[in-house]
């Protein structure tokens, strides 16, 4: 608990600078027991999958064919904020950065809205910069 009221206290002290927004002493508290709440939540819902699931078998990145591309998505999810956030990271058959972007929208939605409108927008910015 005191490392996340660390935390919101530094991010109060960001956005009075950067935002000119002051946050109530309450506020501060409130989201520093929020976030420990949604990690607490996040580690037993990984412990139920984890628990649940086969043996992960090793993945090889497979280089895609002369004059194509990779595309690798990440997406989070945070039900505090009712935000999806997107990374993405494009790269070539040697693997040669293409583009990277990052993106993030509400209201949060499934995994595979989610990566899906990651994908989406990935390829307008891929579109728009070349």
């Known amino acids: 608990m005191f490392g ?18 002051t946050d ?23 412990k139920t999958n984890v628990s649940s699931e086969r043996p992960a078998s090793i993945t090889k990145w497979i280089k895609p064919s002369p004059g194509r591309y990779k595309c690798n998505i990440g997406a989070t999810f945070s039900e505090s904020t009712n935000m999806v956030g997107i990374r993405m990271c494009i790269r070539d058959e040697n693997k040669h950065f293409v583009l990277a972007r990052t993106d993030c929208f509400r209201p949060t939605c499934e995994v595979h809205i989610g990566e899906a409108l990651g994908l989406l927008s990935t390829m307008i910015g891929f579109i728009c910069c070349n």
């Not at 660390?6 to 956005?15: A, F, L, P, T, V």
């Not at 027991?33 to 996040?42: F, G, I, P, V």
Request: charged share 25%; with cysteine; hydrophobic share 50%.
């Open 4 to 21: 996340c009221i660390i935390w919101s206290i530094w991010k109060q002290r960001n956005d009075i600078i950067w935002k000119e927004v």
């Open 24 to 46: 109530a002493q309450r506020f501060v508290f409130d989201r520093a027991k929020t976030l420990l709440q949604d990690w607490n939540s996040a580690k037993i819902i990984q």
